[in-house]
């Protein structure tokens, strides 16, 4: 089993800055891909952006160049820095990962959210 915990969300001012922070526990042989999806109010989880093992990463077109994801692999810690934060940014943000839990299996696993809101 595997855990993610997310933290950092908050209330921001249009324009503003956040950190987000999810920290994973548990028994696993290794992480793969660790990313983040956000689920604005009343539509579907969509995807905002990921990061390898290797510290490749994709994004999604809404936040290029305002998001950047960043992971501390010895901490088993995925980072997502949003600047220039507006209000469509509003969401629920969940954690992800891809979990090896042994050479020849994988799984993806969710955290519970955090909240960010960005309004005046």
Do not use: H
């Not at 956040?18 to 290794?30: E, I, N, Q, Y």
């Not at 604005?40 to 490749?56: C, D, L, Q």
């Not at 979990?99 to 955290?111: E, H, I």
């Amino acid at each position: 089993q595997v855990q993610l915990v997310e933290s950092g969300g908050g209330l921001v001012q249009p324009g503003g800055s956040l950190r987000l922070s999810c920290a994973a526990s548990g028994s696993f042989f290794s992480i793969d891909t660790m990313g983040w999806y956000r689920q604005p109010p009343g539509n579907r989880r969509e995807f905002v952006a990921t990061i390898t093992s290797g510290g490749s990463t994709n994004y999604a077109d809404s936040v290029k160049g305002r998001f950047t994801i960043s992971r501390d692999n010895p901490k088993n810690t995925v980072y997502l820095q949003m600047n220039s934060l507006k209000p469509e940014d509003t969401a629920g943000y969940y954690c992800y990962a891809n979990v090896r839990d042994t050479p020849y299996s994988r799984r993806d696993y969710w955290g519970q959210g955090t909240q960010v809101t960005v309004s005046s």
